[in-house]
């Protein structure tokens, strides 16, 4: 048969007589299923196959079309249609002539997938080695599971590929299941059996640009659909009922060129959010090296200031980001690639001065080489540029604002994470010196060193609870939000002002920057928010209880004689009580400053407030408060005692990294972030896109960037006086 591929409609038929003698038509169920069954040749198999296929869907109540995608030039076409001569409009037949078969079983499968009438597809040979009776548990898994793609396995729970001839077909199969699972470990992790042919689909799922070429269709069209959940049932593989299997090494060959294909298909413009920005940082990664070698370039070769050749080399930095991004990682778009580059250059600029100023900060306040500093900077900034250049640049079409600065507007307007950052980059940009600061004094280990614990528990608290629970009473009040952010706001900047004073203590512009970061939370989040968060407004009370003398002697007296205790078989003590161990006939001593003492009292207190915020004053807070208080001294007492352990085995480098300042303090922090992060977790979700008690955050966020500016401005224009007068000539 030659010509374009046609369909079997069924045809009209005529309204039955009404009358006294006239039958009563029964309606059947309008179908929801299509059965595509592809055939090549398989003429001797087209009757048992509908045979069975009828008592099967007649016994399980099933409403079902059944659709033919005919590739044969046996007679095949005619022998299907004389079998659906009594069923005109539940069997159809597609046949596809000769010179019109692209993409063989695959491309007969999304032929039938696209010519279907139901909103799911399910497919299976013709040759009955799946079996028609496994249907009704196929049926059943896609009313039940919720599930995009249900597969039929051979190789889940009681399923069985015996049908298979022999076992070099069955080693065959098994190396090439394997083979495909390795190449998509994350997309195929629930499906033991990648290689079936026997499958359901939802229709609306599957890609419409499918491109398949040979025999495993389902492994097309879950690597390039977009499917969400699969389910699997077992079933027995049947032994070949007639005809001639189409396997041959030359079909091998195929498959292995096309998975070859869909990975690297799948691995360009990735449609899962991780596989994007892990994509993004690979091309970030990049980007740091093109940075990097332009910048030693520019200031070893050329002698030009660091500062300066920074500027050139993020901007060539900028040109090779965007060329990998806009061709390989982010989705296609509408607009032109001169708009893209246009937006993309102008936000990487528009982000070079918090380059610049993290870059200064840490080859001038710490030292680093500038090539190490450099790197660093810009990981500092790839969360803020990721989210712009998806939001901005690669918004994509169907978002309800068009341009793409209303993009970066709804995403502030809706997201509570990204208010958050916006809050700690506003901060920061108000407070430029407390960052610097706080690192400093943790490295020598003053009084700061004990906001480690509050802060990272505060993080912990502010994940778990942003979001309120589906119990929650709906409150908001735009006017109290303002009222105490304004309060807050105010605070904030009148202890800058007044903390210009010499006299004035050194712990002012840490707590100007804290009440200044919970001002633009609750003018961000919204007073409904921010009373799940009131925890963190404790964070000055537990900065100035904890480095108390007495708070720091009943610490260090706890976990030195714990370590004592634990350490015992492999460590000693100083008359000083210091604890020791030797190494090669070298003494090994833990200092004073290794020992997370002063820390320990505020870990304590932080375990207390965050179960209360948690918990509320129930008797559940001091089961929870003891427990916690119990893992956190054993975790402080155990990496004192794995330190001294570390040094006995390793020496004294490995001694020195383990002990190194600070690190106590990580470990307690990471420690208490658990609890508190478990504790605050709602024990219900929100319903899906509740987000509607959010405040708008157009005008609060061009207020806070204003308020943000003039303190921020008003603490730099000493440091900026200073640069001038050094360098005017006198």
Request: positive net charge; hydrophobic residues 50%; charged residues 15%.
């Amino acid at each position: 048969m030659s010509g374009s591929p046609h369909l079997d409609l069924p045809a009209d038929e005529e309204v039955p007589a009404s009358g006294p003698d006239s039958a009563v038509e029964v309606l059947e169920p309008e179908p929801r299923f299509t059965i595509v069954i592809p055939t090549r040749n398989e003429s001797d198999n087209v009757e048992p196959v509908l045979s069975r296929l009828h008592a099967v869907l007649t016994d399980a109540a099933i409403p079902a079309d059944i659709l033919f995608v005919d590739d044969s030039d046996d007679g095949t076409e005619e022998t299907i249609r004389a079998a659906a001569a009594d069923a005109p409009d539940r069997i159809r037949v597609l046949h596809r002539p000769h010179g019109e078969r692209r993409g063989g079983l695959g491309g007969a499968v999304a032929a039938g997938i696209r010519a279907a009438r139901t909103p799911w597809v399910i497919v299976m040979d013709g040759d009955l080695q799946h079996p028609p009776e496994a249907l009704p548990a196929v049926v059943d898994a896609v009313n039940t599971s919720g599930a995009d793609v249900v597969v039929a396995s051979r190789y889940r729970g009681s399923g069985n590929a015996g049908g298979l001839d022999g076992p070099v077909r069955r080693l065959v199969s098994r190396l090439s299941g394997h083979l495909t699972k390795l190449t998509f470990p994350l997309r195929l992790r629930p499906v033991s059996d990648p290689m079936s042919g026997f499958f359901a689909v939802r229709r609306e799922a599957v890609d419409p640009e499918l491109r398949p070429d040979g025999f495993k269709i389902l492994l097309e069209i879950i690597v390039r659909s977009r499917i969400r959940r699969i389910a699997e049932v077992p079933y027995t593989f049947q032994p070949r009922l007639a005809g001639e299997s189409k396997a041959s090494v030359r079909e091998g060959v195929r498959f292995a060129l096309h998975l070859a294909r869909l990975r690297a298909h799948s691995a360009v413009r990735p449609s899962s959010r991780l596989a994007r920005i892990l994509g993004f940082a690979a091309a970030g990664g990049s980007g740091i090296l093109v940075n990097s070698a332009l910048l030693w370039l520019l200031t070893h070769v050329f002698a030009v200031p660091y500062l300066a050749a920074a500027v050139a080399s993020t901007q060539a930095a900028v040109v090779w980001n965007f060329a990998v991004i806009d061709r390989l990682v982010m989705p296609s778009v509408e607009h032109h690639a001169r708009r893209r580059f246009g937006r993309f250059w102008l936000l990487n600029n528009a982000l070079l001065p918090l380059h610049l100023a993290v870059l200064a900060w840490l080859v001038q306040g710490l030292h680093l080489h500038y090539l190490t500093a450099n790197v660093a900077a810009i990981v500092v900034v790839f969360a803020v540029r990721y989210v712009a250049v998806s939001q901005w640049i690669y918004g994509g079409p169907g978002s309800a604002v068009a341009s793409g600065a209303g993009r970066m507007v709804v995403a502030v307007r809706r997201s509570a994470r990204v208010r958050i950052v916006l809050a700690c980059l506003f901060t920061m940009a108000a407070f430029p010196g407390v960052a610097g600061q706080v690192w400093a004094d943790v490295h020598s280990r003053q009084p700061a060193v004990s906001l480690v614990i509050p802060l990272a528990v505060a993080a912990a608290l502010l994940v778990g609870r942003l979001r309120p629970p589906a119990t929650e009473p709906e409150v908001h009040d735009r006017q109290v939000d303002g009222l105490i952010a304004a309060g807050l706001l105010g605070m904030a900047a009148a202890i800058t002002v007044i903390a210009r004073d010499d006299a004035a203590p050194s712990a002012w512009p840490l707590l100007g920057a804290i009440a200044f970061l919970a001002g633009a939370i609750v003018l961000l989040l919204g007073t409904r928010t921010a009373a799940r968060l009131r925890w963190v407004l404790a964070l000055p009370l537990v900065a100035s209880l904890t480095p108390t003398p007495a708070m720091r002697d009943a610490g260090d007296w706890v976990l030195v004689n714990g370590a004592a205790f634990v350490s015992a078989p492999f460590a000693d003590r100083l008359d000083t009580g210091a604890l020791w161990v030797r190494h090669g006939g070298q003494p090994l001593v833990l200092a004073e400053a290794a020992t997370p003492a002063t820390a320990l009292p505020g870990a304590l207190l932080s375990v207390l407030l965050a179960a209360l915020c948690c918990s509320g004053a129930t008797r559940r807070l001091l089961t929870r408060t003891l427990l916690a208080w119990a893992a956190v001294i054993a975790a402080a007492v155990l990496g004192l005692a794995c330190a001294l352990l570390v040094g006995r085995l390793f020496g004294p480098a490995a001694f020195r990294a383990v002990t190194a300042t600070g690190a106590p303090d990580v470990l307690l922090a990471a420690t208490i972030a658990i609890f508190a992060w478990r504790w605050s977790r709602p024990a219900t979700a929100s319903p899906a896109g509740e987000r509607h008690y959010l405040p708008r955050g157009r005008l609060a966020t061009a207020a806070l960037a204003l308020v943000a500016a003039g303190l921020g401005g008003s603490a730099l224009l000493p440091v900026i006086t200073m640069i001038i007068d050094q360098g005017t000539p006198h």
